[in-house]
């Protein structure tokens, strides 16, 4: 069974930076993209960034140059690290397979950019 455990959300102010670590189990992970999913106050859960092997990864546009996705497959985990927030940043955060999500969701992590 596969499991996802997301963490490392929190409040920030503007401008701040938060790292996001999401531990995987139940599969292969080091021969599996991954990617990080937001989901918005009121809007779909879109892809944010995705790994697909420690030199090849994909960001959404609103993230490029602010945010960076990296894997240590040795402790089956990828991480976002997340500079230079901004308030539309705020969501919670997934990880889950790339680019066909499971359907099995972990509970994810809220991150929250407020002044």
């Known amino acids: 069974q596969v499991q996802l455990v997301e963490s490392g959300g929190g409040l920030v102010q503007p401008g701040g930076s938060l790292r996001l670590s999401c531990t995987a189990s139940g599969m292969i992970f080091s021969r599996t993209a991954m990617g990080w999913y937001r989901q918005a106050p009121g809007k779909q859960r879109q892809l944010v960034a995705a790994?697909?092997?420690?030199?090849?990864?994909t960001y959404a546009d609103s993230v490029k140059g602010r945010f960076t996705i990296s894997r240590d497959n040795a402790k089956n985990t990828v991480y976002l690290q997340m500079n230079s927030l901004k308030p539309e940043d705020t969501g919670v955060y997934y990880c889950n397979v790339f680019p066909n999500p499971r359907p099995d969701w972990g509970q994810g992590t809220q991150v929250t950019v407020s002044s």
């Open positions: 790994i697909i092997s420690r030199s090849t990864t």
